[in-house]
């Protein structure tokens, strides 16, 4: 499963990307609002440092000026992913740039005949969002088993990008039902490299290794 991270904080990019575990990332208008930034200047940023997909939101809510957003956005740099919403306008785009070798995420998806509309207009990625999807009641999980289904049934090419990830949990359960990607803020991903078994396990070696007096250097 391929790791994204779900910020525009740069510096939280440079960390998480000097792991060498991070494959992409994605904002959203929310996300550049937070971090103050020029929204084209923090995105140019942002595809220096990674080489993987790196979703840019259009923000117009009709097709012509969807097209005319993601013309500028996609100039940014060869790595931009435009994200358009699941409207119908949001789809016209994603099948008019996907058509034209540009790769699209289609976001704010709640619901698996979303994601198959998506997968029909060539969407490089789809965006199902499980924590939002958790916090009305309804299963995120859910959703994801049913798009994995319905995708492996006709062999669609479409990335699932599992989005609004809000815990560890969310990315185990992700990775178990097969999904490609998710995205997850800093956070969550640091998280996941903890366990306090570790760190009981390196207190108990280090204070072994002191008592034989040697170094390795
Ligand atoms: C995904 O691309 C979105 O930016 C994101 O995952 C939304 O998450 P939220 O529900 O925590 O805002």
């Not at 790196?54 to 994200?83: F, G």
């Not at 008019?96 to 005949?113: D, H, Q, R």
């Amino acid at each position: 499963m391929k790791f994204f991270v779900d910020t525009a904080e740069i510096e939280a990019i440079r960390e998480l990307a000097a792991t060498g575990l991070l494959d992409g990332v994605t904002t959203n208008p929310s996300l550049i609002a937070k971090s103050g930034r020029d929204f084209k200047e923090v995105t140019a940023e942002i595809c220096a440092i990674v080489d993987g997909p790196v979703s840019a939101e259009v923000v117009a809510l009709d097709h012509a000026t969807m097209m005319k957003e993601a013309e500028i956005l996609r100039k940014i740099a060869d790595n931009v992913c435009i994200k358009v919403p699941l409207t119908v306008d949001g789809l016209k785009t994603c099948k008019a740039l996907s058509s034209e070798g540009t790769m699209v995420n289609v976001t704010l998806c709640f619901s698996a005949n979303q994601a198959l509309l998506a997968a029909k207009a060539g969407a490089s990625f789809i965006s199902p969002f499980v924590g939002r999807h958790d916090d009305n009641g309804f299963d995120g999980m859910d959703l994801i088993e049913d798009i994995r289904l319905i995708y492996d049934n006709y062999n669609f090419a479409t990335e699932i990008l599992v989005a609004s990830v809000r815990h560890t949990m969310h990315v185990l359960q992700a990775a178990k039902i097969g999904a490609d990607v998710m995205t997850a803020p800093p956070k969550v991903i640091l998280d996941l490299f903890k366990h306090v078994l570790t760190d009981k396990g390196i207190e108990g070696f280090m204070a072994d290794w002191a008592k034989t007096g040697q170094s390795i250097l």
